[in-house]
């Protein structure tokens, strides 16, 4: 029985639990148009207390007030018995980056959508869908959770705002700093096609999803291939209104699967003592464990690349084996570095601060050539991720 309450603007309806995913999404999107959902911590004025408050791209969770962004899925998540007494209202957003300049406005849209459902069981609660075809500004104020009589209620508004981000985000007190402006600093260029020519650079980052790369030499010109992951414990530092929460220390460990033509199929990690073996099968080795994340040479896989013809895939992840999940603080990268080859750079660039485990890459063996693929997909746990890409391992618990 489907008891969701479809709303129009103005209306308002109880939140029958305070675990939430809420979804926008939107009708035809013409191309050229970038599109951002943002949110806003409100206290009793109707404003942010801090910048931190300002939940986007660049800054997307506030863990200690249970709210994370999701920018490519669009999607919040919401822990309301988490969020402290002063944050009154949870304003929803959604801009077009750099609309005015270019000519755009929510009428080309048609159609802007909000669904609120059960974190737990994913049934639905409410929906909103507004009709964008008058609205000519570049910025909406979609809805809003806020406080009633000790409870929360969501309310469908549906205004639009003249200008984008940064106008919006100072109607609600955000310090702005002129010089961060806009998500244009993020717009992304069209790709090189990396594949198809010599590299000659000096690094290369993978910067979508899915993208991938193949390396200028065959099995038999390799001597070793280094996959490092480097990150931090502690929150990046920043200016203007990027400044980050005080979080707790975490452990992030690099591991691998491995798969050989041959069937083959094992683990290379920390956790159980798997540090593999450079010189004998598999042929694969982790250095260290590096606990604290404050290495400066961070945690390296060193794989025998004279092997790598007998290779058909290896599955580069990194997890958190102690301490709440919060990757949107670690600042993780991974670096792949060949003899005679550009560093291949893989950045944990979107967060899903409910999971405890990353699948970063993979290596494929192509006609004994090296293909790096950047994955950036999250799960809650080894299990999961072997299923997902089927691998076919069993897992127990284990420790180090």
Same mark, same amino acid.
């Given at each position: ?13 109880? +939140? ?11 009708? @035809? ?100 869908? +507004?009709?964008?075809?008058?609205? *000519? ?6 809805? #809003? ?49 990396? @594949?198809?020519?010599?590299?000659? +650079? ?21 001597? #070793? ?109 991974? @670096?792949? *570095? ?6 291949? #750079? ?55």
């Amino acid at each position: 029985m489907n008891n969701r309450i479809d709303l129009v603007a103005g209306q308002n309806c109880p +939140l029958s639990t305070p675990s939430l995913h809420i979804l926008v999404s939107h009708g @035809t999107c013409p191309q050229g148009i970038e599109l951002d959902v943002s949110a806003f911590l409100l206290n009793a004025q109707g404003k942010v207390s801090t910048d931190d408050d300002f939940i986007f791209f660049n800054q997307p969770a506030k863990v200690e007030q249970g709210i994370l962004l999701e920018p490519e899925q669009s999607r919040f998540t919401l822990h309301l018995e988490r969020t402290s007494s002063d944050v009154q209202k949870i304003s929803l957003a959604m801009t077009i980056a750099d609309g005015a300049s270019k000519g755009q406005n929510f009428s080309q849209l048609n159609s802007v959508t909000v669904l609120v459902k059960d974190f737990l069981t994913g049934m639905e609660i409410a929906c909103f869908t +507004l009709d964008t075809a008058p609205n *000519k500004e570049t910025a909406l104020i979609l809805a #809003e959770c806020y406080r009633h009589q000790g409870n929360w209620k969501f309310r469908a508004i549906g205004q639009g705002f003249v200008g984008g981000l940064q106008p919006l985000a100072e109607h609600f007190g955000v310090d702005v700093n002129e010089a961060e402006n806009s998500s244009s600093a993020t717009t992304e260029s069209p790709l090189p096609d990396v @594949t198809a020519a010599k590299l000659n +650079l000096s690094k290369v980052t993978l910067e979508k999803k899915g993208q991938s790369i193949s390396l200028d030499k065959q099995a038999g010109e390799l001597s #070793e291939i280094m996959v490092n992951l480097n990150w931090n414990a502690t929150p990046v530092k920043s200016v203007g209104f990027f400044r980050k929460a005080e979080i707790e220390g975490i452990d992030l460990d690099l591991a691998c699967l491995w798969e050989f033509e041959q069937g083959e199929i094992g683990a290379t990690q920390a956790l159980g003592g798997h540090f593999g073996n450079f010189h004998a099968f598999p042929f694969i080795e982790l250095d260290q464990d590096d606990r604290s994340g404050q290495s400066v040479v961070g945690e390296t896989l060193r794989i025998n690349g004279r092997y790598w013809q007998e290779f058909r895939r290896i599955l580069i992840y990194t997890f958190i084996y102690e301490g709440i999940p919060n990757w949107s603080h670690v600042d993780a990268v991974i @670096t792949i *570095k060949i003899k005679d080859q550009p560093d291949i #750079e893989v950045r944990l660039d979107s967060y899903r601060n409910d999971q405890f485990l990353c699948a970063i890459a993979v290596l494929e063996n192509i006609n004994n050539q090296v293909k790096i693929t950047k994955l950036v997909d999250y799960f809650s746990g080894h299990q999961e991720m072997d299923i997902a890409y089927g691998w076919g391992l069993n897992y127990v618990a284990g420790s180090k």
